[in-house]
């Protein structure tokens, strides 16, 4: 899920997160130093929305049904081409 700043809020646990950066220069993916799951990552501008916001790994959220989100819908982008405006020809393996 995808949010703007002012609608992220985390309520604890800053302190035991890491921070990875890959070669997407504007992308932080944070994950738990202790058990390695990733809640969110931070995208900083210059990007396509023209603005910083979170992704947010709804499966780490408090009281969220596994049965919604496995029956939720889907879409995909595609980034292995750089060409987020659209869903990747082949998505059978995603």
């Known amino acids: ?14 302190s035991d997160l890491s921070v990875y950066r890959g070669n997407n220069p504007v992308a932080h993916h ?3 130093s202790h058990c390695g799951v990733h ?9 396509m929305s023209g603005m910083t916001y979170y992704n947010v790994n709804v499966a780490c959220l408090d009281g969220v049904d ?3 989100l496995v029956t939720a819908p889907m879409s995909f982008r595609d980034g292995r081409n750089d060409n987020w405006g ?4 082949e998505t059978r393996h995603l």
């Open 39 to 47: 809640p969110f990552a931070r995208v900083d501008m210059p990007n």
């Open 30 to 32: 944070f994950f738990c």
């Open 66 to 68: 596994v049965d919604v």
């Open 86 to 89: 659209s869903e990747p020809s």
């Open 1 to 14: 899920m995808q949010v703007e700043p002012s609608a992220f809020y985390l309520a604890g646990g800053a």
